[in-house]
């Protein structure tokens, strides 16, 4: 019983030595450190505005079906026209995108990436050929078994 424990909280320490002296970052170099480059900034904007005018011209193209080709009742045939009016036009925007980067990469080897170039074509061009499949397959199973 005749050790004690040392003392916890603001209690005399052992002496240290003075702290090494820190240079603080400046803060223009610490903000520019946590800024994205400027490329990962066009590309995250680019890709943005490529959804954007995909988007646009997907709905201009089921807006000028509805309004010049679609029935007054639209029903499950009409429906699919419409569906299919939607997607060519998100198609059709993936494509000429797909086509402006491949012109670019043409003229500048270096300016388009094969990730960016492969990732265009399949994202904006493929896969809503692939939704459009699907729909009409379903489209179709369902027309036959309301048939029988």
Known sequence: MGTRTPPRGRGKSPERGPAPAREAPQVPELIAAAAPPAAARRTVTGLLLRFISCGLLALSFGAI?????????????????????????????????????????????????????????????????AVLVLVGVVWLLAFVIGAL
């Open 65 to 129: 079906w509805r309004l010049t080709l679609a029935p007054a009742v639209i029903g499950p045939a009409s429906a699919f026209a419409g569906i299919f009016a939607l997607l060519l036009g998100f198609i059709t925007g993936g494509i000429l995108w797909y086509l402006h980067d491949a012109r670019r990469r043409r003229r500048e080897p270096d300016a388009v990436s094969d990730e960016r170039l492969v990732f265009s074509f399949i994202v904006f061009a493929v896969m809503p050929f």
